[in-house]
């Protein structure tokens, strides 16, 4: 549950960053790249819930990035005024796999990403 709370202080913030570095992430009103964010922190933690253990640490990044940047693509779509074009998108889902690198490093390393083992 640590991580979601981390995701959910990471994500929009991260979302905010995207914004003011790059020219082809615009967002019209302060709260729609932390709504989008809150999305993202949430749709992650889920990814990380089904699929992040230490085999899997890599592919779990990767899906992060495609995740995040299909996310930021098309949710911006649903906001009045907001634009993103593809390449947006790509960098911001980029910016994004990068924290989540550091992030998956400390669930691992701090078992928080442990599961709990399947009984017949």
Same mark, same amino acid.
């Given at each position: 549950m640590v991580g979601l709370f981390v995701k959910l202080l990471v994500c929009p913030i991260t979302v905010i960053i995207a914004s003011?570095?790059?020219?082809?992430?615009?967002? #019209?009103? $302060?709260?729609?790249?932390?709504?989008?964010?809150?999305?993202?922190?949430?749709?992650?933690?889920?990814?990380?819930?089904?699929m992040l253990r230490e085999d899997t640490r890599w592919l779990s990044t990767f899906m992060d990035?495609? #995740?995040? #940047?299909?996310?930021?693509?098309?949710?911006?779509m649903v906001f009045a005024n907001a634009e993103v074009t593809f390449w947006g998108a790509v960098l911001t889902g980029a910016l994004l796999a990068i924290t989540e690198i550091f992030?998956?490093? $400390?669930?691992?390393a701090s078992g928080r990403a442990e599961k709990e083992?399947?009984?017949d």
């Open positions: 003011l570095i790059f020219p082809n992430v615009n967002f #019209a009103y $302060w709260y729609q790249p932390i709504i989008l964010g809150i999305i993202l922190a949430v749709v992650g933690h889920l990814m990380e819930v089904l990035f495609i #995740a995040s #940047a299909v996310i930021v693509y098309f949710g911006a992030q998956h490093n $400390w669930l691992l083992p399947l009984h």
